[in-house]
């Protein structure tokens, strides 16, 4: 049994401690989405009968890689998925408060594009400015139908971004009943 002196000043240590020997235990129980980072349900919403969700996309939300992610999500982390025919209406805010940022629906291609693709590989879903960036604090709205079916990327087209880790997924499927969004799975390639 493990003994903790007191130190004024360290009171601290012994709920470290506990944390520290129970913490990978309870880990190892989890799935890999019950890891991952929180979803916050306010992100997205969505209306059955008018087959229309909403998605709130922030740029650079926390400092994660830099503040170089959407949501605080990075690499693929992040995945919408969305029926085919339904109507996509994006909220997209440059919360990064140094950095412009954009939002484009590209290919699944890997490696990620390096910059804004010459045309979004859905019609009308990309932000303004689109390789320049919109300047920190500016707000956006997209709105685009979700077709054809596929497996998509939603990037910053500003150069380098993207390649840095600046995207996340979209998927728009032709079995799905209603709009999802989740962590990606870990491994999940694209």
């Known amino acids: 049994m493990m003994r903790f002196h007191y130190r004024p000043g360290i009171r601290w240590l012994p709920a470290l401690a506990l944390v520290l020997m129970v913490t990978p235990a309870a880990h ?3 799935t890999a989405r019950q890891r991952a ?8 919403s969505f209306d059955s009968g008018a ?22 999500f990075r690499d693929g982390g992040l995945t919408l998925v969305v ?3 339904w109507t996509v209406a994006v909220e997209f805010y ?11 629906v590209a290919p699944n291609v890997n490696p990620v594009p390096l910059r804004a693709v010459d045309q979004a590989a ?3 879903a990309y932000s303004d400015r689109v390789e320049e960036g919109l300047p920190p604090e500016s707000r956006d709205k997209l709105r685009f139908t979700a077709q054809p ?19 996340i997924r979209l998927r728009v499927s032709g079995e799905a009943e209603e709009p999802v969004l989740m962590a990606t799975p870990k491994g999940e390639s694209h």
């Open 51 to 72: 087959r229309t969700v909403r998605f709130k996309l922030t740029a650079g939300l926390t400092g994660l890689n830099g503040a170089l992610n959407f949501n605080g």
């Open 37 to 44: 980072e929180p979803i916050d349900p306010s992100w997205m």
């Open 28 to 30: 190892q129980g989890l």
């Open 83 to 85: 029926p085919v025919g």
């Open 94 to 104: 440059n919360h990064d408060g140094m950095l412009a940022h954009s939002a484009q």
């Open 122 to 124: 859905i019609a009308r």
């Open 149 to 167: 079916a596929g497996d998509y990327l939603v990037i910053c087209g500003v150069p380098g971004h993207a390649a840095a880790g600046m995207w």
